[in-house]
């Protein structure tokens, strides 16, 4: 059997770099490296509204936002399905049957869901939908039978969670559901990309994120501006590379090729790194580097978008015609699932017959 990606995200603002370099930028070659025999790209609107039931119309306007932020990094209809989750109605009857085979315990032991919990100050008033979103999560997975899912390293307490259900159903019931495996970002900076005031993660709300969508002008000032190393005062002043936000994007964005471009007297990011250590490297050579490295990777996305913007009528469709796609997969997993449980009466004439059998006819 081939192997089949399915992945995607919250609709819950304008992905940023961090998403690029999180998830993007692989997902794009993944599609394009003729590996997958499927790739399935899902807006998890229902996800999204565990969270922010306040807030339904900030989901719903953000719907656009993240499928015009994917096709204009190279997600492409004709080879991935994108779709949005609510649109598959199979999902949610799953995540019902899936809710049998999970303890409450389970649940409240998952790493990402207890410090999600503190971070929204929900502690004494959690939902009972975001509570379970992991088995929902599970559903999204395992209806695409998808074998591989690439995430950034916070959704591993959710991949472990869908391994164990499909392992507790196939041994329950039937060999149905597939095992998936992650697929993690490729470096340090890739996983866990901070905002550029240095602070841990870029978040909306924190207002330290470039977006995918920014303008060349808005992202040089965001760069510009970026947290680096507050002891390195004079250019002649050893400089430090750890928790410096700059050297962090630099590894997370910057090739070799870059440098015979853009700063031809290095020859790749090691030495650039060494000279700011030695001393004597300014922090804002080395923030222009990044503003070009930036700027080369992020133009081509920026293009990209102006052209889908034109028609979003376009960008809906292809989201619809997505999302009909995807249920049918989802349907027919739901129906070996039904099978398998044995909750498809009127379907299994053996049924019929013994139970007719039982009362002598
Ligand atoms: N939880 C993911 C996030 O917050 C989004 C998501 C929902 C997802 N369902 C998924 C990711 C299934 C991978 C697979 O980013």
Redesign the pocket.
Known sequence: MGKII?????PTGRLHVGHYVG?LRRRVELQNSGQFEKVFI?I?DA??LTDNIENPEKVRQNIVEVALDYLSCGLDPAKSTLFI?SQIPELCELTFYYMDLVTVSRLQRNP?VKSEIQMRNFEASIPVGFFT?PI??AA??TAFK?TT????E??LP??EQ?REIVRKFNSVYDEVLVEPEVLLPENQACMRLPGIDGKAKMSKSLGNCIYLSDTAEEVKKKVMGMYTDPTHIQVSDPGHIEGNTVFTYLDAFCKDEHFERYLPDYSNLDELKAHYQRGGLGDVKVKRFLNSVLDETLEPIRARRKEFEKDIPEVYRILKEGSEKAREVAAQTLSEVKDAMKINYFSDEELIRTQSEKYGK
């Open positions: 399915l992945t995607g995200d919250r998830s899902m998890a996800q999204a989750q990402t979103y929902s999560q999204d997975i998808a899912v690439p995430v950034g916070d959704q959710m991949i869908t």
